[in-house]
């Protein structure tokens, strides 16, 4: 074959095809259509059309992709032909994956390509629906939505939309972000004799029974504000004018020392959170959390050195980098090979200058969380007790040392060896996969639920605290402790 004739058979009826389309298509030469489902195609028949379709590849293909490869190679690999016609509907090179297709590979084969439109679905679309596209428009097809590619401030059409299942695709995917009677239209046929627009409310749209390959649908600009929450750039941009001139106040003087706490103290309540087991107070702290980052982001644009997108650059790339098992062709069959893989990468990227093993361990870190961290650093590296027996045999020895020094009255010493205590204690939770910090963490919180609950006792009886024995108290905290707090 030396030449190839792409043709778009339009969006409706015979009246709206192209003259030389036409001309072309009753010229004689062999035809092969993607699909004889067009009305057009039902017309030309009535004259004596001859055409092949490839509506049988559909039905042996479970994919599309699937479908669209096997049309391609079975076109380009035809023999006896000088030329051929392949039609599609609409225009070509709008929403064709199989003409994409052809035109890369064509050029591979030496076949000679000519794209001859037809007019694309997209304009009998505008007009049936009275809408201007430079307001923003988005073109989606059903069969491979991503939810976060949604543009919920623009007109958005959905191609594809050919039976229920497409419909219901569509459907499950905008209800992730729209309330299920939000307003939607079922478009079909449009510019042809038999062109229907349908309002339904987008929980109905699978529940139509008249869809076809002529079938889109259009979802309009969302205009309700409180209806965008869920998008990062309306979050992006609350936070901006939080931090705008006629921002809040407190948000307007903090600065990245000014926040540090807070990162801090939100950090530990999302931990308390999945000690808990509660999702949506999980929620709520991790939103927390994201404030924290996206205030620190704004304030770096606000000054002039950086934005979230630079952060999320910097992010992207380095997971990317960092995972070549994922995203290139290096091979971890376990979490252990990810780590040792991730640690080459981060060392080839600091340089060959020697850097200690502890200093990767941050100095703002909480003291015990540090602890935990530098030891872990050692261990990696073979300075380690071969099991937790040393551990315990050097928690004994330190808990010694710290006897004699308070009982010499060597104040200071004692301080260290104390401190010495607690590394050691460390270590030990280090063997048993415990989190110190978290541990303590739970301690803390339980003392504080036991220790509510003693005020709430001494409150209902109308004494004050100083009237309690300790050991009164103490009944308190073991009826606390009885009770599950």
């Not at 079922?186 to 038999?194: L, M, W």
Request: aromatic residues 10%; proline residues 4%.
């Amino acid at each position: 074959m030396k030449k190839m004739y792409i043709v778009g058979l339009g969006a409706g009826d015979l009246d709206q095809l192209p003259l030389g389309v036409y001309k072309l298509l009753k010229s004689g030469k062999p035809v092969f259509l993607r699909t004889k489902e067009h009305p057009v195609v039902s017309e030309l028949e009535k004259e004596g059309f001859q055409y092949q379709s490839f509506d049988s590849v559909y039905e042996k293909n479970e994919q599309f992709e699937a479908v669209y490869e096997e049309i391609c190679e079975t076109l380009l690999s035809m023999e006896g032909y000088e030329e051929l016609i392949y039609g599609v509907p609409g225009h070509p090179l709008v929403a064709e994956r199989t003409v994409q297709l052809l035109l890369s590979r064509g050029k591979q084969t030496g076949i000679a390509m000519e794209v001859i439109g037809g007019q694309s679905f997209l304009d009998d679309i505008f007009a049936a629906l009275q809408l201007d596209p430079i307001e923003g428009f988005q073109l989606l097809d059903a069969t491979d939505l991503k939810l976060e590619e949604l543009q919920l401030r623009q007109h958005m059409l959905i191609g594809q939309v050919y039976d229920s299942f497409m419909a219901s695709n569509v459907k499950l995917t905008f209800m992730e972000r729209l309330p299920y009677d939000y307003n939607v239209y079922i478009v079909t046929a449009a510019g042809s004799k038999e062109e229907s627009i349908r309002k339904v409310p987008l929980v109905e749209l699978d529940r139509e029974t008249e869809l076809s390959n002529l079938t889109s649908v259009y979802i309009p600009p969302v205009t309700d504000e409180a209806m965008l929450y869920k998008d990062f750039s309306k979050l992006r941009g609350i936070i901006a004018e939080l931090r705008g001139p006629n921002g809040c106040p407190w948000d307007l003087k903090q600065t990245h020392e000014s926040l540090k706490k807070y990162l801090i103290e939100e950090a530990y309540e999302v931990i308390e959170a999945i000690q808990e087991k509660d999702i949506d107070h999980l929620i709520e702290e991790l939103g927390d959390v994201l404030l924290q980052v996206l205030l620190h982001a704004q304030i770096g644009e606000d000054d002039g050195y950086f934005s979230i997108d630079d952060v999320i650059e910097g992010l992207a790339a380095k997971m990317v980098r960092r995972h070549p098992h994922v995203f290139g062709d290096k091979i971890a069959e376990t979490a252990e090979d990810v780590v040792k893989n991730w640690q080459e990468i981060k060392q080839e990227e600091k340089g060959e200058q020697l850097q200690s093993i502890l200093g990767e361990v941050g100095t703002s870190l909480p003291t015990l969380l540090r602890s935990f961290e530098l030891q872990r650093k050692a261990a990696k590296v073979g300075f380690d007790w071969p099991d937790v027996s040393g551990a315990w045999e050097k928690l004994k020895e330190e808990i010694g040392e710290f006897e004699e020094e308070i009982n010499q009255g060597r104040d200071e010493q004692a301080i260290k060896e104390f401190g010495d205590i607690l590394f050691a204690f460390v270590n030990i939770a280090r063997f048993y996969d415990i989190n110190p910090d978290e541990a303590l963490f739970m301690t803390n919180q339980k003392f504080i639920r036991r220790f509510q609950y003693i005020e709430k006792k001494v409150s209902e009886s109308n004494r004050p605290f100083t009237d309690y024995q300790l050991e009164e108290l103490d009944r308190f905290w073991e009826e606390a402790k009885k009770a599950g707090l």
